[in-house]
């Protein structure tokens, strides 16, 4: 008698474990934060900003981010309202901490009347060889089509890959309106998507590729658009820009 006592005592308590692992696993599954989380480490959808901060960025070449990036209605703003040359000042173009080789990025982007700055992608920060951003990273361009000079030159328009490839079409809002970009780089096959269209698509670093550089303003720099892995940067061109909802994932 005492030892079905015992066995059934066992019993109950294997059940009450098994049932309180159930409830624990449930628990994580219902929490979002841990949804997040779990997601991340098998390398999905990773927030580069989260709406708050500027976590996880500072200005190229400084440890922190300048000034002039403030937080504006959950969205990363430039204010432009101190302009120094074609930059602001206490602004400067901003990098995230973390280099990306192949990734899928996810963003929107909205520029003020006759605005212009840029999503830099393969972004080498090393500030002894490279003084800028785009003296290293390949640049989509984030442009007022409508009102800034630069829209004039063919592959200088909203969502062209920068001074190489124009994209097409063209689906790019008003200035003041918010875009959806996306960035696609896996094995050096590049897509450019802007408002739900696929505007862009090329093949990095084969022959054609050099050929296409050797024509462009970065022919002068010999490390262009060489870089297989690298940072992300938001550009200071001097001209107010806002910057959301921006995730990544590792491919």
Request: charged fraction near 25%.
């Amino acid at each position: 008698m005492q030892k079905k006592y015992i066995a059934g005592l066992a019993l109950l308590t294997l059940m009450g474990c098994q049932s309180t692992e159930q409830e624990t696993t449930n628990a994580m599954a219902d929490n979002p934060q841990n949804q997040e989380t779990a997601a991340n480490t098998e390398g999905e959808w990773i927030s580069l900003f989260d709406g708050e901060t500027t976590t996880g960025w500072h200005t190229y070449g400084k440890d922190a981010v300048g000034k002039a990036w403030i937080i504006d209605d959950s969205a990363l703003h430039l204010d432009a309202s101190n302009k120094k040359d074609w930059q602001t000042s206490d602004g400067g173009d901003i990098v995230t901490e973390e280099e990306f080789d192949n990734f899928h990025l996810q963003l929107e982007w909205k520029v003020a009347e006759n605005g212009n700055s840029g999503i830099i992608f393969y972004v080498k920060e090393d500030t002894s060889k490279y003084k800028y951003t785009w003296n290293t990273g390949l640049e989509m361009q984030v442009l007022d089509n409508n009102g800034h000079p630069d829209a004039k030159i063919k592959t200088h328009r909203a969502g062209d890959l920068y001074d190489l490839i124009a994209s097409s079409p063209e689906t790019v809002k008003p200035a003041g309106e918010w875009n959806q970009v996306e960035i696609i780089s896996d094995n050096g096959q590049l897509q450019f998507f802007q408002n739900g269209e696929k505007v862009l698509e090329t093949t990095l670093w084969d022959d054609n590729w050099r050929q296409l550089v050797a024509k462009s303003k970065f022919a002068d720099m010999p490390d262009w658009g060489t870089f297989k892995s690298g940072k992300i940067a938001l550009q200071d061109h001097g001209d107010n820009v806002w910057y959301r909802n921006i995730r990544i994932k590792r491919l």
